[in-house]
């Protein structure tokens, strides 16, 4: 993620970089709806990731079809995602549809009907459910530090224009904060911040 101030002085940067070594290969990858063709003049090929059709939803959801309970199929799959049109939009992600094709076939809950519940959902998820065995961290704990550094970075972009990033001594040092209030130590920034990234 690079802030939009930095972005042009990055592209360039890239582009001398490429310049140096012209006999190399280079792929560049960005996200669709943050580029701004900033290499569209130099680079020999730009390609798009396109969404799934409804037809390559189906066919990417057979692979669940033995993991889904009594009750549960593609087709009733597929319908629910037509009658919420704001989760279909995100299903046509291939990472999106992961989630969405988890919540569906291994928890109880039924389809979310709009992209907060959805993400609440697969915080939920993600936290409370997937390979518990493995966290050091409560759930519960983990979501204070998510939501403060989330608020912290939010009255940060208030004040310094747009932020998509926290230096690392700032999240230790707000995750710390966050920390002494849950009767932890100050000291388990780290790990903690590890944990929240790895899972």
């Known amino acids: ?3 939009a101030p930095s972005r042009s002085a990055l592209a360039n940067k890239v582009k001398d970089f490429w310049q140096q070594y012209p006999d190399n290969r280079f792929i560049i990858t960005c996200r669709k709806a943050v580029y701004q063709a900033e290499f569209a003049d130099w680079v020999d090929q730009q390609l798009d990731v396109i969404e799934f059709s409804d037809q390559q939803i189906q066919r990417f959801m057979t ?8 009750g549960k199929s593609i087709e009733h799959f597929v319908r629910a995602l037509q009658e919420r049109p704001q989760i279909m939009t995100l299903a046509r992600n291939p990472l999106l549809l992961t989630m969405v094709a988890y919540l569906y076939t291994d928890t109880e809950f039924a389809l979310p009907h709009s992209r907060s519940e959805f993400y609440s959902r ?9 390979k518990i065995d493995r966290n050091h961290y409560k759930a519960s704990q983990k979501r204070l530090v998510l939501q403060h550094l989330a608020l912290f970075n939010q009255q940060q972009a208030g004040r310094m224009g747009e932020r998509r990033t926290i230096e690392l001594a700032q999240a230790l040092k707000e995750t710390g904060a966050v920390l002494l209030n849950l009767t932890l130590k100050a000291e388990e920034a780290q790990p903690m911040l590890d944990e929240i990234v790895q899972r």
């Not at 697969?122 to 997937?130: A, E, F, K």
């Open 1 to 3: 993620e690079v802030n």
């Open 63 to 70: 692979s669940w079809q033995p993991d889904m309970p009594s």
């Open 122 to 130: 697969s915080t939920d998820l993600l936290l409370d459910q997937w």
